[in-house]
């Protein structure tokens, strides 16, 4: 009688999940015991075995490279061919469309803070973190104290290295975890790996435009690319006596997932579930604690000093976006406005068929084992645990941990209501639901005439696996010429009206809007930006009104901007230059370090951050601070004829009383009184207050909320 294989345990069926499960009990060539075990063999061994193990080993034989035949080649020479080719192509297109965008500006005023010796902050003396992503900002400082190079170009060549270099990094992950099905169903085919979803991804041409940009989304996919390296190497380990190097790989695996939050806070869902997957599988105690430890250093390390320093829990962009909030109508015509102008849902369809033929055949190859008739093993609870701990050490448990976690990312920008910015949010969880397929094999059979002869001698269970593995690769590769025909028609196509309209849904095309607006193919600089409307005359006021102080404010004519001026009873140590403008990135490269730049959003100003948002306000632009509280905020002349005409004098007043709210107030006292130990201990538990603070955008509302006594109005009405 057989007995049935249940990793560690005894007797019972453990399913498909556990059967590429590394354990001790299944049985796998010797050369490479972390692989999946040759179903060909227990098929045929008499004609199946010896050319299944060479495909699947290869170089692990310890003949070396030159023992490789045809067969080892093919699927190595034509991986290459892709790689190179998608890699060369994806660097190409990046580089024609190289930019650095407005939003993507805004870290490099904190760089500049950091160098002049005034910490991570936005504005000097104003502890607010205006970036999302930590490790963006501190990457880039990086190479910018090693290259000393200008902040703009260090942004540009960071982001685009490592956009690039997480296309072929993905690819060969996913190609290793292919390894084992190199031959087919029959064990001795030719077998090519083709790129494949990975052209679906590289084709968008959002995705070229956000490989530089300054923004985070080279650093995420990165990331993204070597965890699931990471993860596909960990799966084709032993699990039982792993060697010192191995226990460090692993340990450096977990450390990879920890930074999740540090990289983007919503990427601790794949960072999260990925180190829930290792720690349950089967390891040592000792070990699953030392993948804690390093996990959390740097980001509970971080999160302390966040909550120390900045009295938030979040970077405070996520409390101006309300990171929380729910806007699912606009998500989904977010998701639209991706999919819609490349007719994105045929990639996506054939992707998804190809990843159910890939299932299908490796079923069919191997088979559910089946026990014996008469027997029945019943399993005790120690035994279950134990067979589905090892379930989760397998590339299957991978494939479905990473999708799982891809999947909910892109529901959670759904339910969060998108962007403003064109495709920008759904990248990294579009790249991380192709990862299982960035690569897929397409096997031609060895014998494929003898598969409809009967006269052969071949068995019937093999030439009906090589008839079914001819059909699967031809559906397969007109399914890889289809892809790569709507990529050739669709890598161009643009958004209607893009540069010219942003449309009712708020969505821009964000590079095109910018290019056409200042005639620039490749605005790089700040520099470059002072040709967007407005910028150069806000140059021109800030030299002007340096020294005297005021808010600065945009006006509607595109050559002027509005000063509301300081009391002359200012000292003139105290008078302080404001400049208030959406348009954060650009304005503050522009600006000199002395001068404050904030906004209406609160991307850089928490006055605004913690404002409700609107219902009904554009994506991304949905809290909008009057200009009567940074008038009321940064002290100026509150009364007509100094105070610009189009502002309300009884706003103005209003917004005086409505600052003296005693919870306002500690909210300006935890960012911008001095940094000592009791201030530091006193923002670590009023973080998690000031996280959920909001203060009503209409002053008059905010005094009622605050129960303060409104003042008498100046224009009666």
Not at 341 to 368: D, Q, S
Not at 548 to 570: C, M, R, T
Not at 590 to 610: C, E, F, T
Not at 677 to 696: A, C, G, H, V
Request: aromatic share 10%; proline share 7%; glycine share 8%.
């Amino acid at each position: 009688m057989r007995s049935p294989d249940l990793g560690s345990s005894e007797g019972g069926e453990v399913g498909d999940a556990a059967a590429d499960a590394p354990t001790e009990a299944i049985p796998v060539t010797e050369s490479d015991p972390g692989s999946e075990p040759s179903r060909a063999t227990e098929r045929n061994p008499d004609t199946e075995s010896t050319v299944a193990t060479e495909l699947t080993t290869g170089a692990d034989t310890g003949r070396g490279l030159g023992s490789w035949g045809a067969r080892q080649w093919v699927p190595v020479i034509s991986f290459l061919i892709g790689t190179i080719t998608v890699t060369t192509l994806f660097t190409i297109g990046v580089w024609q469309r190289r930019w650095i965008a407005d939003d993507g500006l805004i870290v490099l005023r904190t760089l500049r803070n950091l160098f002049a010796g005034n910490g991570p902050v936005f504005n000097v003396g104003e502890r607010v973190e205006a970036n999302t992503s930590t490790a963006w900002t501190y990457v880039l400082w990086f190479w910018a104290w090693v290259t000393d190079g200008q902040l703009e170009y260090v942004a540009l060549w960071v982001a685009l290295v490592l956009s690039v270099a997480a296309i072929p990094i993905a690819m060969y992950a996913t190609a290793r975890l292919y390894r084992t099905r190199l031959g087919g169903l029959t064990g001795d085919g030719w077998t090519l790996l083709l790129p494949f979803g990975v052209i679906a991804y590289v084709a968008l041409p959002p995705a070229r435009d956000f490989a530089t940009s300054g923004l985070e989304n080279g650093l995420c996919i990165f990331w993204v690319a070597v965890l699931w390296g990471q993860l596909v190497a960990w799966s084709r380990r032993p699990v039982t006596d792993p060697s010192r190097w191995q226990r460090a790989a692993t340990l450096t695996l977990a450390f990879t997932a920890g930074l999740a939050p540090l990289i983007r806070p919503e990427l601790t869902i794949l960072g999260g579930l990925v180190l829930l997957l290792v720690i349950l599988a089967p390891t040592s105690w000792p070990t699953r604690i030392g993948m804690i430890v390093v996990a959390a250093v740097l980001p509970v390390g971080y999160q302390i000093f966040r909550m120390g320093y900045y009295a938030l829990l979040v970077p405070n962009p996520a409390v101006a976006k309300d990171a929380s909030g729910a806007k699912w109508h606009q998500g989904l015509l977010y998701l639209a406005n991706l999919f819609g102008p490349y007719v994105l849902l045929l990639p996506v369809v054939l992707i998804v068929v190809t990843g159910i033929f890939i299932v299908g055949g490796r079923r069919l190859a191997g088979g559910r084992p089946t026990p014996e008739p008469g027997e029945s093993v019943r399993l005790t609870w120690r035994q279950r645990v134990a067979s589905w701990s090892a379930a989760l050490h397998s590339p299957s448990a991978v494939t479905v941990t990473v999708m799982l976690a891809g999947l909910i990312g892109g529901i959670y920008w759904i339910r969060q209501g998108g962007d403003f910015m064109h495709g920008r949010v759904l990248l990294v969880p579009l790249f991380t639901l192709l990862l299982p397929l960035m690569v897929v094999p397409v096997t031609i059979p060895a014998h494929v005439r003898a598969a409809w002869r009967s006269d052969t001698g071949t068995d019937t269970a093999v030439r009906r696996r090589t008839r079914v593995q001819l059909a699967g690769s031809v559906i397969m590769g007109a399914f890889w010429v289809t892809i790569v025909a709507w990529a050739a028609v669709c890598s161009h196509n643009v958004l209607p009206n893009a540069g010219t309209d942003i449309g009712r849904s708020g969505i821009v095309d964000e590079r095109r809007f910018y290019v056409t607006n200042m005639g620039n193919e490749n605005p790089v600089t700040a520099e470059d930006y002072l040709d967007y409307p407005r910028m150069g005359a806000m140059a021109e006021w800030i030299e002007r009104y340096h020294d005297e102080g005021g808010v600065i404010l945009p006006s509607f004519n595109y050559d002027e901007w509005y000063i509301a001026k300081l009391p002359g009873n200012i000292a003139p140590e105290d008078r302080k230059l404001t400049v208030y403008f959406l348009n954060l990135g650009m304005t503050s490269m522009n600006a000199p370090l002395d001068v404050r730049v904030i906004d209406q959003m609160g991307l850089a100003y928490p006055l605004a951050a913690h404002t409700e948002r609107l219902e009904d306000g554009r994506i991304g632009h949905d809290k909008v601070l009057p200009s009567e509280w940074v008038v009321a905020e940064a002290g100026a002349y509150p009364r007509k004829p100094v105070l610009p005409g189009y502002l309300d004098e009884d706003l103005v007043r209003q917004a005086q009383v409505a600052l003296r709210c005693p919870e306002t107030q500690d909210r300006f006292d935890s960012y911008e009184a001095a940094w000592t130990w009791e201030r530091f201990k006193r923002n670590l538990k009023e973080s998690f207050t000031f996280t959920d603070y909001r203060i009503e955008r209409e002053p008059e509302y905010e005094i009622a909320r605050c129960g303060l006594q409104m003042p008498p109005r100046i224009h009666p009405r």
